[in-house]
T-cell receptor, first 115, second 110 residues
Framework: NAGVMQNPRHLVRRRGQEARLRCSPM?????VYWYRQLPEEGLKFMVY????????ESGMPKERFSAEFPKEGPSILRIQQVVRGDSAAYFC?????????????FGSGTRLTVV | QKEVEQNSGPLSVPEGAIASLNCTYS??????FFWYRQYSGKSPELIMS????GDKEDGRFTAQLNKASQYVSLLIRDSQPSDSATYLC??????????FGKGTKLSVKP
């Protein structure tokens, strides 16, 4: 079991470009969560997805950010027209279900730097 | 707005001492509570979960939960320099997502 896989590990984008972050959940996990962590800050919830459905996007900025988890393939977090303030570590986590009392397993994260 | 509060620290303890990390939460209906450890530049890793009032022990770690006071704590006995990290408290929200505190930075001095 390879765990939660995120790629790329590091991503550099110029202001105005698009950033695409990918997350493959653990085998058997159908729930994916994206978090953002600014330097010296805690983890901020962004969005919770199941296959083909967005369950909770209350933490997503209203503009430029979108997320999907298609039937086939990884979950994608997309940031359009990046700005310097988007520079952060983006973590993906997965779980087998939302029910029950389990915590999440996190991926290694993608560190986005906007120059 | 559901919130999870932690003292940001840094908390410094000598090697071999007990480190005590505290967390309060605002949603009285919360049922599941978690402690994650995060080393600098790494991803969070789950170290403890607790759901019932009282204490739960796992090796050198003890999680304590008091739902009436909306308070969760983590005790680390016989602290080691390798325990130096940021400890994140998390509470499961009604939709199933975890809400994290900002973390407490622990430094264990040899």
């Amino acid at each position: 079991n390879a765990g939660v896989m995120q790629n790329p590990r590091h991503l550099v984008r110029r202001r105005g470009q698009e950033a695409r972050l990918r997350c493959s959940p653990m085998k058997g996990h159908s729930h994916v969560y994206w978090y953002r962590q600014l330097p010296e800050e805690g983890l901020k919830f962004m969005v919770y997805l199941q296959k083909e459905n967005i369950i909770d996007e209350s933490g997503m900025p209203k503009e430029r950010f979108s997320a999907e988890f298609p039937k086939e393939g990884p979950s994608i977090l997309r940031i359009q027209q990046v700005v310097r303030g988007d520079s952060a570590a983006y973590f993906c986590a997965s779980s087998p279900s939302a029910e029950g009392l389990r915590g999440y397993t996190f991926g290694s994260g993608t560190r986005l730097t906007v120059v | 707005q559901k919130e999870v509060e932690q003292n940001s620290g840094p908390l410094s303890v000598p090697e071999g001492a007990i480190a005590s990390l505290n967390c309060t939460y605002s949603d009285r209906g919360s049922q599941s509570f978690f402690w994650y450890r995060q080393y600098s530049g790494k991803s969070p890793e789950l170290i403890m979960s607790i759901y019932s009032n009282g204490d739960k022990e796992d090796g050198r770690f003890t999680a304590q939960l008091n739902k009436a006071s909306q308070y969760v704590s983590l005790l680390i006995r016989d602290s080691q320099p390798s325990d130096s990290a940021t400890y994140l408290c998390a509470v499961k929200g009604s939709q199933g997502n975890l809400i994290f505190g900002k973390g407490t930075k622990l430094s264990v001095k040899p």
